[in-house]
């Protein structure tokens, strides 16, 4: 879990200010804030280069103390994955590849002393961890990714829950679980609407999110929940304002998803824009209510709010940080900034790379090789996007999607098995980074092992 931080104050004096990490003197002093996809394997590989053979400090800052590769959270909100077999110990992963992990989180910079600010963190009794801090830097990462943006909608802070990060993926799955057993055991029969599922954005989170209630909602009624009939008491509504369900992706892909989704009997509102959300269901500028008793927002993406009090660095309208072509930011040469968190418009584009775990990936092995040269004092080189397609999972039921052609450059519609393979094989290629072939072929066999002897979906 990830504990509370105190919410931020004036910075302090200069002198008084608490400097944590000081490296030996003449040491290049790396810090990463943002411990996700990007950020983590870019510690990892920087620690394994440069911060165990003594050539730099590495530093990774995060704000929770154990990672999940963030396309997971649907699985862990359905229970279709155990987060304890998956999350990764950012203080153990340090140790074994060279850098220093620093729990807190970012709450503001010093860009002439080069300082970066942490609040202080407490615990559920609201007992101090660790102190108002400051960590200096020679180069800093920023890594701290996106979150979803509401746009103002009344209720939605009150009476849904977002998927930003693990705590509230698991937040849902308990609130889910705990709808399922209070149907079962009440007197009356269940009501309407009160075990329905409303989730409010179709892009991949919401859509994959979707197929897997679908299939988890059935297996943990088979456990006992005998007065529960899901084709009668469990709906599953996928809203988005978009013409269409994954709006961003190509519209092959949208329309191969959707008629999965309806055979399945999810309904899909497009074109419907929500205006309020209250504890008994969504309302829509059409002026109809869905009654809902769970309400999932998945929509919208904006930089976390902390973005636009860096010391005056730029960000865009989404609130990410502008950066040019070497991912460094346009007021700061000694700031990057990598994964969702970035705003950057590729030469001869008019749009932003968007936000995936590809793109993360790629800024953090381009900046594995650059940082290296940045420190001897080289030119840097400019990050080249390559979009190498699109998947989608739909649980149990499909995996649909698109690969870039490598020599064509053209595209090669997969579905079924391949494609299911392909997309777990996105989440092998993150752990690899992480820890190796060794490992993480030990750590699939283990899963699937254990896997055969446990129940296929979480029931607490």
């Not at 509504?237 to 191969?256: F, G, H, K, N």
């Not at 090789?369 to 390559?386: D, H, N, Q, S, T």
Request: net charge neutral; hydrophobic share 40%.
């Amino acid at each position: 879990m990830t504990e509370s931080a105190p919410a931020p104050s004036a910075p302090a004096p200069a002198a008084e200010r608490h400097i944590i990490d000081p490296a030996p003197k003449g040491l290049h002093r790396i810090v990463v804030v943002g411990g996700g996809a990007g950020g983590l394997e870019l510690a990892t590989r920087l620690g394994d280069k440069l911060g165990r053979k003594g050539k730099a400090h590495v530093t990774l800052i995060e704000r929770a103390r154990t990672h999940i590769w963030k396309p997971l959270l649907h699985e862990i909100a359905a229970g279709s994955m155990d987060v304890d077999r998956h999350e990764l110990e950012y203080m153990a992963q340090g140790h074994w590849h060279g850098f220093k992990f620093r729990y807190g989180e970012m709450i503001g910079l010093d860009r002439k002393a080069r300082l970066v600010h942490l609040a202080a963190t407490a615990d559920e009794d609201g007992r101090e961890i660790t102190p108002d801090r400051w960590v200096p830097y020679d180069t800093l990462v920023i890594a701290i990714g996106s979150v979803s943006n509401d746009f103002g909608t009344p209720g939605v802070e009150e009476h849904a829950i977002r998927l930003d990060t693990p705590e509230e993926a698991e937040r849902f799955n308990r609130r889910l679980i705990n709808a399922c057993v209070r149907a079962n055991a009440q007197a009356a029969p269940v009501r309407p609407g009160q075990l329905h599922v409303t989730i409010i954005g179709a892009g991949a989170t919401g859509t994959e999110l979707s197929a897997e209630l679908h299939h988890t909602t059935r297996n943990v009624i088979a456990f006992g929940l005998d007065k529960i009939e899901p084709e009668r008491d469990i709906r599953i509504t996928l809203i988005d304002a978009a013409p269409r369900i994954l709006p961003a992706l190509p519209e092959r892909l949208s329309t191969a998803t959707a008629d999965v989704l309806r055979k399945l009997g999810i309904e899909i509102r497009t074109g419907a824009r929500v205006t309020d959300v209250s504890r008994d269901g969504v309302s829509l500028a059409s002026g109809e209510t869905i009654p809902s008793e769970l309400v999932v927002w998945a929509a919208g993406v904006k930089g976390p709010d902390v973005l636009s009090r860096l010391d005056g660095l730029e960000t865009s309208r989404m609130g990410t940080l502008v950066v040019g072509d070497t991912l460094q930011t346009t007021l700061d040469p000694d700031i990057f900034c990598i994964g969702d968190a970035a705003h950057l418009v590729p030469a001869g584009h008019d749009k932003p790379i968007p936000p995936r775990a590809q793109a993360a990936h790629q800024q953090s092995s381009h900046l594995i090789a650059e940082i290296p040269r940045r420190m001897r004092g080289e030119p840097l080189r400019p990050f080249r996007y390559r979009d190498f397609g699109s998947l989608v999972s739909l649980g149990d039921y499909s995996t649909v999607g698109s690969l870039m052609g490598f020599v064509s450059g053209r595209s090669m519609w997969i579905e079924g098995l391949f494609a299911k393979l392909m997309y777990r094989s996105l989440y092998k290629m993150h752990e690899m980074a992480l820890h190796g072939p060794v490992k993480v072929t030990l750590d699939t066999l283990s899963r699937l092992l254990t896997r055969r002897t446990e129940p296929q979906v979480k029931l607490h």
